[in-house]
Every structure is written in C-alpha cells, then in structure tokens.
Nanobody
C-alpha cells in the first residue's frame, strides 16, 4: 500500500510559479517511480511529468517541458513539481501517482500504469 498526499496548489497569476509536493507513506519511497498528472474540467487526465526511483531520469509532456521540473527527495519521502511560467491553460487539479512496476524500466505516461494516486490539489492560473 502507498498513500500519497499532494499540497502546494493555489491561485496564481499568469507567469507566476508554484511548487507542488507529494508526501508518500507506506511502501519504501525509493522503490517506485512517481508521476504527476492533471485534469481540467471536462477533460481527460493527462500526463505532466515522471521521475525514476533515484531521480536520475525524468520525462515531461511537451506542453510543460522547459517550464516544469520534477524532483524527489527519498530521504524525506517526498516528490515535487516546480512549476514556472504558469499559463491559464495549466489550470487543473494536479495528482501525484506511484508506478510500482517500472523500477529500472522506462518512465510511463499513461494513468493505467500507475497503481496509487493522491487526492489532488487545485492549481488555478488567472490571466
């Protein structure tokens, strides 16, 4: 079992920044990959970024590449998503998720591969 709790969302003006956190408990944090997804109203959940168990590999959606940075601190059992240059189209509920089966393999961008999810945190970017 893995429990994930996101925090750090809020309201920000376009061009601003936010840092989301994902606090994990349960299974050893360094044993799985972490992904971030987002879901806007009436849209499907979409991939944002993923990071390998040791942080050496990262993978980003084209829409956030160069603006967002995913990271993790295994000593603190916490993952992060630093979001800079925010745009109104980034408005969504952001979720972190745990992929328990990709250890050592390629990072994955489909929600179906992720086994555990947090409750989400709202990010709203005003124009």
């Amino acid at each position: 079992q893995v429990q994930l709790v996101e925090s750090g969302g809020g309201l920000v003006q376009a061009g601003g920044s936010l840092r989301l956190s994902c606090a994990a408990s349960g299974r050893t944090f360094s044993n799985y990959c972490v992904g971030w997804f987002r879901q806007a109203p009436e849209k499907e959940r979409e991939f944002v970024a993923a990071i390998s168990w040791n942080g050496d590999s990262t993978y980003y959606a084209d829409s956030v590449k160069g603006r967002f940075t995913i990271s993790r601190d295994n000593a603190k059992n916490t993952g992060y998503l630093q979001m800079n240059g925010l745009k109104p189209e980034d408005t969504a509920v952001y979720y972190c998720a745990a992929d328990l089966n990709s250890f050592g393999g390629p990072l994955r961008d489909r929600p179906i591969y992720y086994d555990y999810w947090g409750q989400g945190t709202q990010v709203t970017v005003s124009s």
